[in-house]
């Protein structure tokens, strides 16, 4: 498993995880997962998520998942499977979470993310 941690601001990383490969991953051959994290004082918080771990046939698009003690609960798909396309996505969703403020350094850290198909 690779495993990594990209910091976006003093107050925010991104962790991802890219599991073995596995046939039963369609796409991208592999589990994976993203985290936006939130650092406090008194530890560290789950904020959001992407993964692909729906591996049911026309399932097999990653997903983003919400934490329930943020905000309402969100669960959506992205309609690409095409790499650039998802950063573009999940960097807009990091964006739209941490205020615009932050995009330049969201852009920055996403930039740092391989693809998971590597």
Known sequence: MQRGI???????????RYYDKDPSYRY????FEIYLIE???????YMLHMDN????DGHWAPHLHK?????????FGITTVN???????F??????????????MVKKAM??????KL
């Open 67 to 75: 934490a329930s003690n943020v905000a309402k609960k969100l669960y």
């Open 111 to 116: 930039a740092k993310i391989a693809s998971p």
């Open 91 to 104: 960097t807009a969703c990091l964006i739209a979470e941490l205020g615009e403020d932050h995009k330049k």
């Open 28 to 31: 991208f051959n592999r589990l």
């Open 53 to 56: 771990c729906d591996i049911r």
């Open 83 to 89: 790499w650039n396309e998802i950063k573009e996505n």
């Open 6 to 16: 990209v910091p976006i601001t003093p107050a925010y990383e991104l962790e991802y």
């Open 39 to 45: 650092r406090k004082s008194t530890g560290r918080s």
